[in-house]
């Protein structure tokens, strides 16, 4: 169903107490307000405690004085070429090869990623990255302390691409693993992204940000597909969701826009 502005403060309110249940009382979380005051916090709390330019933003980290081990825990991507195919696909399988501490600490952090630009080739001699994609296009760091990546960070500039993200037909991707890992059968998923005003660096920490939590909340397991499927706008998308990607409405202050959309499962033909 098309996402009201109820029904986006709910899901930005749900994203927060599933993450950090403990910032929901220090919010009015049931209204836009209350929530984008919880973003600017959220925002004010990250570059406090590390790299904020060219990360992705949270859209749902909050509070004032949040656990150091929490407001701390960043993972750093490097971007060599983009292949949007296996972009998605590798984001799923490096947030799938997390487990304990380090995937719970990532996910209380609202899964903070610093983007950056340049060859993981010739970075593999000197750092150890915990994943890279297939074809070498980029590879990952983290998720830990901002410490870990520190070095990374300042070697390399941030990944910056304001240019549009240009149109696509439908993209189906397979994520990769051995199907019913997850104790249950692959599923169908799509991700709707709005594409209006949207920029190849914002499409991809949208893309991140929903692909990596519903990795770490078992929306999105080894086998299952996901068709990403842009759209000018996710309003009028006769859709059931199971997560969105709630932003601030910068074209109507004090509202909310759903800036991607994880839609309900089917079953995988």
């Given amino acids: 169903m098309t996402p009201t502005q109820e029904r986006l403060r709910q899901a930005a309110a749900a994203r927060i107490r599933t993450a950090r249940p403990d910032l929901a009382v220090r919010f009015d979380l049931a209204s836009a307000e209350g929530l984008l005051a919880a973003q600017a916090a959220i925002q004010g709390a990250a570059q406090g405690s590390g790299p904020a330019p060219g990360e992705g933003d949270g859209g749902g980290r909050s509070g004032s004085g949040p656990a150091p081990d929490t407001d ?3 993972a750093a991507v490097v971007i060599g070429r983009l292949d949007l195919a296996q972009w998605v696909r590798s984001t799923c399988a490096f947030a799938l090869s997390l487990a304990g501490e380090r995937a719970a600490l990532w996910r209380r952090s609202f899964t903070r990623t610093v983007f950056l630009a340049g060859n ?9 990255f915990a ?3 297939d074809d070498g296009s980029a590879a990952w760091a983290g998720p830990g302390p901002a410490s870990e990546t520190a070095a990374l960070r300042r ?8 240019a549009a993200l240009p149109a696509a037909p439908d993209l189906t991707v397979r994520v990769p693993g051995r199907a019913g890992a997850a104790g249950r059968p692959p599923v169908h998923r799509h991700l709707y992204l709005a594409t209006a005003g949207c920029s190849v660096s914002e499409a991809l920490v949208h893309l991140n940000h929903v692909l990596a939590e519903a990795v770490l909340d078992g929306l999105i397991a080894h086998g299952d597909a996901v068709t990403i499927r842009q759209v000018p706008r996710l309003m ?4 059931s969701f199971a997560a969105l990607r709630v932003t601030a409405d910068t074209t109507l202050p004090g509202r909310l826009r759903a800036a991607a959309g994880l839609t309900e499962e089917t079953p995988l033909d």
């Fill in 72 to 74: 701390d825990t960043v």
């Fill in 120 to 128: 993981p080739a010739n970075l593999r001699d000197r750092f150890a």
């Fill in 131 to 133: 994943h890279t994609a």
């Fill in 155 to 162: 070697l390399l500039k941030l990944f910056h691409g304001d």
């Fill in 236 to 239: 009028g998308v006769p859709a």
